[in-house]
């Protein structure tokens, strides 16, 4: 699909891509969702307030991740590459979150 500079995904009319925009169908932003996820992310680090270490950070917005990835319909494109460094940093414990 094709992006527009604002970050918004264009669908296009089955009739042809060269329509304008008005013409072209439903403008979707895709930047609610990512909008969404930081706001969790925010929310769960005001909530903490404070960490320790960068080690604490990282698995607590890697809980918030996991967590919110349940509420997915569509899982993002990246997760799988995501899931994986996570998978290296937290070996035994992002086992027994995935199971």
């Given at each position: ?62 809980l918030v991740l996991n ?33």
């Amino acid at each position: 699909m094709p992006l527009v500079p604002d970050g918004r995904t264009i669908h296009q009319s089955p009739r042809g891509p060269n329509r304008t925009r008005a013409a072209s169908g439903i403008i979707i932003p895709v930047t609610n969702s990512i909008e969404a996820l930081n706001s969790k992310l925010r929310r769960a680090v005001r909530a903490r307030g404070h960490f320790p270490t960068d080690e604490a950070v990282l698995k607590l917005l890697f809980l918030v991740l996991n967590r919110a990835e349940k509420e997915w319909t569509m899982p993002a494109r990246e997760w799988c590459m995501a899931k994986a460094q996570f998978a290296v940093l937290f070996a035994e414990r992002f086992a027994r979150a995935m199971a």
